[in-house]
């Protein structure tokens, strides 16, 4: 398992891919409840819990059908379980690491001051994020990185616009 965790940091630093992990249901199914988790926690800061869970949930299925139809276009579906797995696993890593600078962010917010560090910070990591988004785009539908840059964020933008439409208050 050590092994394992160490091979989703390698893939956030860039040195491994989405090939790399191996395609396993026991993993697929560990990685897509420890995403919604932490996806979870990450919306608990400005949501309550079940629009949290619904947010974190659709976040899962969202991906999933946008990475199957991807491969599926690009006649790529067999790297489907690895690249599912690459995804959610960067995500919780990521995740935990973007958390505590969205929490300073939010209380600070609540407090009215500012956090320019913390916010620097949070920048820096979702650019990462979009970065590993990226990277494992670009070895899932054998393109190159500048491409899966755009697509990293064109699924971004889109992702948080169907978001608000669904989930806004």
């Not at 489907?80 to 600070?108: C, D, E, R």
């Not at 070895?139 to 669904?166: A, N, T």
Request: charged letters at 10%.
């Amino acid at each position: 398992m050590q092994t394992l965790i160490f091979r989703f940091f390698d893939i956030c630093l860039l040195r491994a891919g989405p090939q790399d992990i191996p395609a396993s249901l026991f993993l697929l199914r560990l990685v897509v409840v420890l995403s919604v988790i932490v996806g979870v926690f990450l919306n608990l800061q400005t949501e309550g819990f079940s629009q949290s869970l619904m947010i974190s949930l659709f976040n899962v299925v969202w991906l999933t059908a946008f990475l199957y139809f991807s491969l599926q276009l690009r006649g790529k579906l067999p790297r489907f379980k690895q690249s599912i797995i690459a995804m959610m696993g960067t995500n919780v890593i990521l995740g935990l690491l973007i958390m505590p600078f969205m929490y300073h962010l939010v209380a600070a917010e609540a407090a009215g001051e500012s956090a320019p560090f913390a916010f620097q910070l949070f920048l820096l990591l979702l650019v990462w994020d979009i970065t590993v988004f990226a990277h494992i785009i670009r070895h899932s539908l054998d393109i190159r990185l500048g491409y899966g840059f755009v697509i990293s964020l064109g699924y971004l933008i889109l992702s948080w616009w169907v978001i608000e439409m669904i989930f806004a208050a």
